[in-house]
T-cell receptor
Framework: GQQLNQSPQSMFIQEGEDVSMNCTSS?????WLWYKQEPGEGPVLLIA?????ELTSNGRLTAQFGITRKDSFLNISASIPSDVGIYFC???????????FGPGTSLSVIP | EAGVTQFPSHSVIEKGQTVTLRCDPI?????LYWYRRVMGKEIKFLLH????????ESGMPNNRFLAERTGGTYSTLKVQPAELEDSGVYFC???????????????FGPGTRLTVT
C-alpha cells in the first residue's frame, strides 16, 4: 500500500531556531496536508497544498508541494515552546478519499 | 461551532471484553472517518461513512470490528472481542459533503485511547 516517510523522526531544538521537516512518498498525491497533534488532542490541520510546486505560508509555517508530487516539506521559523507536538504529513489522492498519514516528526522546543 | 467529539476519552478493558467507541461529527458533515494509531506508528485509516452508508471499509482489520452510523449522525465503533493488538488511539474525523471542502482536510476529534490488558 501507499507509504509516507517523514524525517527526522524527532527533533530537539532551542527556542528561536528554525525547523525543517520532510515527507516523501512512493506514489503521487494530489493534495498534501500537514497536521499537528498535541497531547490529548486529535490532529489539527496546519496547511493544505493542492498544486505541484505550490508554496504556502500560515504565520511562521511554510510548506511546499514538491514538483514530482511525491514530496513535501514544512518549515517553522523562530520556534516557540507552543510549537511542541507531533507533526504529521498526509496525502490525499482525491476528494472524499482516506487521508494517508506519515509516521510523524516529534518536535521538542527547549526554552 | 462544536468540533468532532469522541467518547470515552480513555478505555481500559481486558482481552476478550467488548468496547464501543462513539464519535459525534461536526453538525452537517456528511463524511465521517475512523482512524487508528497504534503505539509509535502512523495513523491508519479504518473506514469512511457517507451519511449512513459505508463508502470504504478497506482499513478495517478484521471482523471483530463493527462500525455503524445509524441515521447518518453519530457513529459507533465496536470491538468484540478485544485483543491486545487493538490497543491504540482511535480517531474520528469528519468533513463536509462538498468535494472542494473535503480537499481542505478532515477535522479530527481528540481520540479515544484504548488499552487492552
Amino acid at each position: 500500500g501507499q507509504q509516507l516517510n517523514q524525517s527526522p523522526q524527532s527533533m530537539f531544538i532551542q527556542e528561536g531556531e528554525d525547523v525543517s521537516m520532510n515527507c516523501t512518498s512512493s506514489s503521487i498525491f494530489n493534495t498534501w496536508l500537514w497536521y499537528k497533534q498535541e497531547p490529548g488532542e486529535g490532529p489539527v490541520l496546519l496547511i493544505a497544498l493542492y498544486k505541484a510546486g505550490e508554496l504556502t505560508s500560515n504565520g511562521r509555517l511554510t510548506a511546499q508541494f514538491g514538483i514530482t508530487r511525491k514530496d513535501s516539506f514544512l518549515n517553522i521559523s523562530a520556534s516557540i515552546p507552543s510549537d511542541v507536538g507531533i507533526y504529521f504529513c498526509a496525502g490525499l489522492r482525491a476528494s472524499y478519499d482516506k487521508v494517508i498519514f506519515g509516521p510523524g516528526t516529534s518536535l521538542s522546543v527547549i526554552p | 461551532e462544536a468540533g468532532v467529539t469522541q467518547f470515552p476519552s480513555h478505555s481500559v478493558i481486558e482481552k476478550g471484553q467488548t468496547v464501543t467507541l462513539r464519535c459525534d461529527p461536526i453538525s452537517g458533515h456528511d463524511n465521517l472517518y475512523w482512524y487508528r494509531r497504534v503505539m509509535g506508528k502512523e495513523i491508519k485509516f479504518l473506514l469512511h461513512f457517507v451519511k449512513e452508508s459505508k463508502q470504504d471499509e478497506s482499513g478495517m482489520p478484521n471482523n471483530r470490528f463493527l462500525a455503524e452510523r445509524t441515521g447518518g449522525t453519530y457513529s459507533t465503533l465496536k470491538v468484540q472481542p478485544a485483543e491486545l493488538e487493538d490497543s491504540g488511539v482511535y480517531f474520528c474525523a469528519s468533513s463536509p459533503g462538498s468535494a472542494a471542502a473535503t480537499l481542505r482536510g478532515q477535522y479530527f476529534g481528540p481520540g479515544t485511547r484504548l488499552t487492552v490488558t
